[in-house]
C-alpha cells in the first residue's frame, strides 16, 4: 500500500484549500451594519472542507486506483490549442482563431478526410459568426482592419 | 374566475394568438439550448420588438420564450451533457447517461412531456391560486429562504457517486465558490487575489459549461474515445407508455414543487430543479438507478424547472414584484404596455393576466408540439464524428462564456473549470455536487447572515414559527430518509 495514493494527494489539496480559505476569512473585515460579519460564513465552509479532507486523506488508504488507458500528450495539446485560442481571440479576431482551432482539432484527431476537415471548419465558422455575432448580437472580436 | 380564464382562453387560442404564442416557444428553445444565452436573455432580445404590439400579444409572446427557454436547456443537457441554463444541470446527470446508453430519444422525450406536465400543473395552480400563493410567498423571510436552500443541499448524497464523502466535499467545494467576489452585505472582496474581474464572482455560465462539458471532452480525449469510429446511427427510441406513466405522478408532483419555488422571489428555476431532483431521489422507490440513466433523474429536473414560469407570474401579476431576470424583464414588457401589474390589475384589468394564464396554457401544448418534432433531428447530433462534435462543443462552451461580459476571461474560466471537473470526476468526486453548491452558495450565505443580522446573532430564529419547523422536518427527512433506506437495504441483504 502507497502512503501517498492518488486520493490522498486530492485529500491533501482539498485541506490545504480549505485551510487557506479558514485562514484568508479572518481578515475579512465585520461591519456595524453587519454584526455576522464578511468571514464567519467562509471560515465555517473552509473549516468543514479541511476537516472532511483530513478523514478522507485517512480513510482512503486501502483504495486502489486504475488508471487504464491514457492519452496524456493528446490531452495537453489540446489544452495548448485552447490557450492559443484564447490568447489570440481578441488581438487576431474571432474568425480565423475559430477556422484554425476547429481545424487543428478536427485535422488532430483525423477521423475523417482532409477536405471534410475544411469544409466542416469553414462552414461551423461561418455558422457562428452569423448566429451569434450577426443575429444575436454578441460582440465576438472582429478581425482588426490594419492587421 | 373561471368566466375570466375562459375568456382568456378563447383569446389565446385565435390563430394570431397562436402563431405568436408558437414563435416565443420556439424562439426560447433556441435561446435557452445555447449556453449563454438563456431565457432571460432571449427574452431581452425580443422585448424591443414587443412595442408597439398589441399588450394580449405582447406579454403572452414573451411568456412563450420563458416556457420554450426553460425546456430548451435541457437538449444540450442530454445531447452533449452542455445545459443551456443552470437549470438543467441536474438533467444532465441522468439524461446524458441515457444517450450514452442509446437511449438519448427516451431521455428528450421524457424532458418534453415532464416539462408539459410540469408546465401544465402550474398553470392551473396559478389560475386557482395565484392570490393566496402570492400571499403565501411574503410569508418566506430569510431564515425560511436559508433553510430552503439547505433543502436543496440534501441531494448532495444523490449526485455523489460511490464516495458520500468525496460529494460532501465537492458540494463544499462549490460553497467556496459561490463566495469569490464582492461580499454581498459589507462589499469587502473575498478570495479575488487582487483581480478586478474576479470582483462580481464567477458567473454560473462558464463553471456549469467547464465542469460539465469541457470536462467531458477532456474525458473523451484522454481516454482515446474521441477517435473510436461510431459504430452505428442513433436510433430514435421513445420512451414506452407504461414508463410514460410511471414518471407522470412524479412529473405532477415536481410541477407542484416548481410552482412553489417559482413564488419565491429570487429563488428560481436552478433551485427548483436540484430541489425536484433530490425529492425524487428521496420519496421513489429502487432509486440506486438514479445518476446512471434512470428515467425519473430527468423527469423530475424538467418538471419542477418548467413550473417555475407560471410560479413566478404569481408575484408579478399579484403583487408587481419580480423575482428572477425573466420576471424582470416581463415587468419591463408591462411597462413598455403601459400595463402595471399589482393587485389591482385582477380587478381593473383581469383579461390581462387570465389571458396571460390562458396563453401560458397554450405554450405548454405548443412546446409539446414542437418539441416533439426537434427531437428526432436532434439525436442525430449524436451521430456526428465525437472529434467533430467535441471541436463544436468547445466552441459553444467558449462563445457562451464569452459573450457574459464579451471578453475572453469567460473561456479561460471554463477551461480552467473543465480541467477541475475532468480530475474531479477521474478521481470519484462529483462535479454536479460542486454545481450545486456554488447555485445554493448565495442563496444560503445571504439569508444565514440576513436572518442573524435580525435576530442579532441568534441561532433560536431558524427554529421559531411553524414554517421554519416544517421546512426543519423536511431537511432531516431529506438527510435521513437515504441513509435508513440504505440501512434497511444492507440490513436486508445481510
Not at chain 2, 18 to 28: D, E, K, Q, T
Given at each position: 500500500?502507497?502512503?501517498?495514493?492518488?486520493?490522498?494527494?486530492?485529500?491533501?489539496?482539498?485541506?490545504?484549500?480549505?485551510?487557506?480559505?479558514?485562514?484568508?476569512?479572518?481578515?475579512?473585515?465585520?461591519?456595524?451594519?453587519?454584526?455576522?460579519?464578511?468571514?464567519?460564513?467562509?471560515?465555517?465552509?473552509?473549516?468543514?472542507?479541511?476537516?472532511?479532507?483530513?478523514?478522507?486523506?485517512?480513510?482512503?488508504?486501502?483504495?486502489?486506483?486504475?488508471?487504464?488507458?491514457?492519452?496524456?500528450?493528446?490531452?495537453?495539446?489540446?489544452?495548448?490549442?485552447?490557450?492559443?485560442?484564447?490568447?489570440?481571440?481578441?488581438?487576431?479576431?474571432?474568425?480565423?482563431?475559430?477556422?484554425?482551432?476547429?481545424?487543428?482539432?478536427?485535422?488532430?484527431?483525423?477521423?475523417?478526410?482532409?477536405?471534410?476537415?475544411?469544409?466542416?471548419?469553414?462552414?461551423?465558422?461561418?455558422?457562428?459568426?452569423?448566429?451569434?455575432?450577426?443575429?444575436?448580437?454578441?460582440?465576438?472580436?472582429?478581425?482588426?482592419?490594419?492587421? | 374566475?373561471?368566466?375570466?380564464?375562459?375568456?382568456?382562453?378563447?383569446?389565446?387560442?385565435?390563430?394570431?394568438?397562436i402563431i405568436y404564442v408558437a414563435a416565443g416557444v420556439l424562439w426560447g428553445i433556441i435561446g435557452g439550448a445555447i449556453p449563454g444565452i438563456s431565457g432571460s436573455v432571449a427574452m431581452a432580445l425580443l422585448l424591443p420588438l414587443t412595442y408597439g404590439m398589441e399588450p394580449l400579444l405582447a406579454l403572452p409572446l414573451l411568456c412563450a420564450v420563458y416556457v420554450g427557454a426553460e425546456y430548451g436547456g435541457s437538449i444540450p443537457a442530454v445531447l452533449i451533457k452542455t445545459p443551456g441554463t443552470g437549470s438543467n444541470a441536474p438533467t444532465a446527470i441522468d439524461g446524458y447517461e441515457m444517450q450514452l446508453q442509446g437511449r438519448g430519444g427516451e431521455a428528450l422525450f421524457t424532458s418534453l412531456y415532464s416539462s408539459f406536465v410540469g408546465g401544465v400543473v402550474s398553470v392551473i395552480l396559478l389560475v386557482i391560486f395565484a392570490v393566496p400563493l402570492a400571499s403565501f410567498g411574503l410569508k418566506f423571510g430569510p431564515s425560511q429562504y436559508m433553510l430552503v436552500g439547505i433543502l436543496g443541499l440534501s441531494i448532495v448524497g444523490s449526485v455523489s457517486g460511490k464516495s458520500q464523502l468525496k460529494g460532501l466535499i465537492s458540494a463544499l467545494f462549490g460553497l467556496i465558490l459561490a463566495t469569490v467576489g464582492m461580499d454581498p452585505i459589507s462589499?469587502?472582496?473575498?478570495?479575488?487575489?487582487?483581480?478586478?474581474?474576479?470582483?462580481?464572482?464567477?458567473?454560473?455560465?462558464?463553471?456549469?459549461?467547464?465542469?460539465?462539458?469541457?470536462?467531458?471532452?477532456?474525458?473523451?480525449?484522454?481516454?482515446?474515445?474521441?477517435?473510436?469510429?461510431?459504430?452505428?446511427?442513433?436510433?430514435?427510441?421513445?420512451?414506452?407508455?407504461?414508463?410514460?406513466?410511471?414518471?407522470?405522478?412524479?412529473?405532477?408532483?415536481?410541477?407542484?414543487?416548481?410552482?412553489?419555488?417559482?413564488?419565491?422571489?429570487?429563488?428560481?428555476?436552478?433551485?427548483?430543479?436540484?430541489?425536484?431532483?433530490?425529492?425524487?431521489?428521496?420519496?421513489?422507490?429502487?432509486?440506486?438507478?438514479?445518476?446512471?440513466?434512470?428515467?425519473?433523474?430527468?423527469?423530475?429536473?424538467?418538471?419542477?424547472?418548467?413550473?417555475?414560469?407560471?410560479?413566478?407570474?404569481?408575484?408579478?401579476?399579484?403583487?408587481?414584484?419580480?423575482?428572477?431576470?425573466?420576471?424582470?424583464?416581463?415587468?419591463?414588457?408591462?411597462?413598455?404596455?403601459?400595463?402595471?401589474?399589482?393587485?389591482?390589475?385582477?380587478?381593473?384589468?383581469?383579461?390581462?393576466?387570465?389571458?396571460?394564464?390562458?396563453?401560458?396554457?397554450?405554450?405548454?401544448?405548443?412546446?409539446?408540439?414542437?418539441?416533439?418534432?426537434?427531437?428526432?433531428?436532434?439525436?442525430?447530433?449524436?451521430?456526428?464524428?465525437?472529434?467533430?462534435?467535441?471541436?463544436?462543443?468547445?466552441?459553444?462552451?467558449?462563445?457562451?462564456?464569452?459573450?457574459?461580459?464579451?471578453?475572453?476571461?469567460?473561456?479561460?474560466?471554463?477551461?480552467?473549470?473543465?480541467?477541475?471537473?475532468?480530475?474531479?470526476?477521474?478521481?470519484?468526486?462529483?462535479?454536479?455536487?460542486?454545481?450545486?453548491?456554488?447555485?445554493?452558495?448565495?442563496?444560503?450565505?445571504?439569508?444565514?447572515?440576513?436572518?442573524?443580522?435580525?435576530?442579532?446573532?441568534?441561532?433560536?430564529?431558524?427554529?421559531?414559527?411553524?414554517?421554519?419547523?416544517?421546512?426543519?422536518?423536511?431537511?432531516?427527512?431529506?438527510?435521513?430518509?437515504?441513509?435508513?433506506?440504505?440501512?434497511?437495504?444492507?440490513?436486508?441483504?445481510?
Amino acid at each position: 500500500m502507497k502512503y501517498f495514493n492518488i486520493h490522498r494527494v486530492c485529500a491533501l489539496i482539498f485541506f490545504v484549500l480549505g485551510v487557506y480559505v479558514a485562514v484568508e476569512s479572518l481578515s475579512f473585515p465585520a461591519t456595524k451594519l453587519d454584526p455576522v460579519g464578511a468571514g464567519i460564513y467562509p471560515r465555517l465552509l473552509g473549516l468543514s472542507t479541511a476537516a472532511l479532507s483530513a478523514m478522507l486523506f485517512v480513510l482512503s488508504g486501502k483504495e486502489d486506483f486504475k488508471p487504464g488507458e491514457r492519452h496524456v500528450q493528446a490531452l495537453l495539446l489540446f489544452c495548448v490549442e485552447i490557450l492559443l485560442y484564447v490568447c489570440f481571440l481578441e488581438t487576431v479576431g474571432f474568425i480565423p482563431c475559430t477556422f484554425a482551432f476547429l481545424l487543428l482539432t478536427t485535422l488532430y484527431f483525423r477521423t475523417q478526410a482532409l477536405l471534410w476537415c475544411l469544409f466542416y471548419s469553414a462552414g461551423m465558422t461561418a455558422f457562428f459568426w452569423l448566429f451569434f455575432r450577426s443575429f444575436l448580437g454578441v460582440l465576438l472580436p472582429e478581425v482588426p482592419i490594419d492587421f | 374566475m373561471l368566466h375570466n380564464f375562459l375568456n382568456g382562453l378563447s383569446t389565446a387560442l385565435s390563430p394570431i394568438s397562436i402563431i405568436y404564442v408558437a414563435a416565443g416557444v420556439l424562439w426560447g428553445i433556441i435561446g435557452g439550448a445555447i449556453p449563454g444565452i438563456s431565457g432571460s436573455v432571449a427574452m431581452a432580445l425580443l422585448l424591443p420588438l414587443t412595442y408597439g404590439m398589441e399588450p394580449l400579444l405582447a406579454l403572452p409572446l414573451l411568456c412563450a420564450v420563458y416556457v420554450g427557454a426553460e425546456y430548451g436547456g435541457s437538449i444540450p443537457a442530454v445531447l452533449i451533457k452542455t445545459p443551456g441554463t443552470g437549470s438543467n444541470a441536474p438533467t444532465a446527470i441522468d439524461g446524458y447517461e441515457m444517450q450514452l446508453q442509446g437511449r438519448g430519444g427516451e431521455a428528450l422525450f421524457t424532458s418534453l412531456y415532464s416539462s408539459f406536465v410540469g408546465g401544465v400543473v402550474s398553470v392551473i395552480l396559478l389560475v386557482i391560486f395565484a392570490v393566496p400563493l402570492a400571499s403565501f410567498g411574503l410569508k418566506f423571510g430569510p431564515s425560511q429562504y436559508m433553510l430552503v436552500g439547505i433543502l436543496g443541499l440534501s441531494i448532495v448524497g444523490s449526485v455523489s457517486g460511490k464516495s458520500q464523502l468525496k460529494g460532501l466535499i465537492s458540494a463544499l467545494f462549490g460553497l467556496i465558490l459561490a463566495t469569490v467576489g464582492m461580499d454581498p452585505i459589507s462589499a469587502a472582496p473575498r478570495f479575488t487575489f487582487g483581480q478586478y474581474k474576479l470582483i462580481e464572482g464567477f458567473n454560473l455560465i462558464p463553471l456549469i459549461v467547464g465542469l460539465f462539458a469541457v470536462s467531458e471532452v477532456f474525458r473523451q480525449i484522454f481516454t482515446g474515445e474521441i477517435t473510436r469510429k461510431i459504430a452505428e446511427k442513433a436510433k430514435i427510441k421513445f420512451p414506452a407508455v407504461r414508463e410514460i406513466f410511471s414518471i407522470t405522478p412524479i412529473s405532477i408532483l415536481c410541477g407542484m414543487i416548481g410552482t412553489v419555488v417559482g413564488v419565491l422571489p429570487g429563488a428560481g428555476a436552478s433551485i427548483a430543479s436540484w430541489l425536484c431532483y433530490s425529492q425524487a431521489k428521496n420519496f421513489c422507490k429502487n432509486t440506486e438507478t438514479f445518476g446512471s440513466g434512470d428515467i425519473r433523474g430527468v423527469a423530475a429536473p424538467e418538471a419542477g424547472n418548467n413550473a417555475v414560469p407560471a410560479g413566478a407570474l404569481v408575484p408579478l401579476l399579484a403583487l408587481g414584484v419580480p423575482g428572477s431576470n425573466s420576471t424582470a424583464i416581463l415587468l419591463a414588457g408591462f411597462s413598455l404596455q403601459g400595463i402595471a401589474p399589482g393587485p389591482l390589475l385582477f380587478t381593473q384589468h383581469p383579461e390581462v393576466p387570465y389571458t396571460i394564464m390562458a396563453c401560458m396554457l397554450v405554450a405548454q401544448f405548443v412546446m409539446l408540439a414542437l418539441g416533439t418534432l426537434i427531437i428526432r433531428p436532434a439525436v442525430k447530433i449524436t451521430s456526428v464524428d465525437k472529434s467533430f462534435l467535441s471541436a463544436a462543443v468547445i466552441m459553444f462552451a467558449a462563445i457562451g462564456s464569452f459573450s457574459i461580459n464579451n471578453d475572453a476571461f469567460g473561456i479561460i474560466l471554463a477551461f480552467i473549470f473543465g480541467l477541475v471537473g475532468f480530475f474531479m470526476k477521474r478521481y470519484g468526486f462529483a462535479p454536479a455536487a460542486t454545481v450545486l453548491g456554488f447555485v445554493l452558495g448565495e442563496l444560503i450565505e445571504n439569508n444565514l447572515r440576513r436572518s442573524l443580522a435580525l435576530s442579532k446573532g441568534a441561532f433560536a430564529i431558524f427554529i421559531q414559527g411553524t414554517l421554519n419547523q416544517t421546512l426543519l422536518v423536511l431537511i432531516v427527512l431529506s438527510f435521513c430518509l437515504p441513509l435508513a433506506a440504505n440501512w434497511l437495504k444492507k440490513r436486508r441483504s445481510a
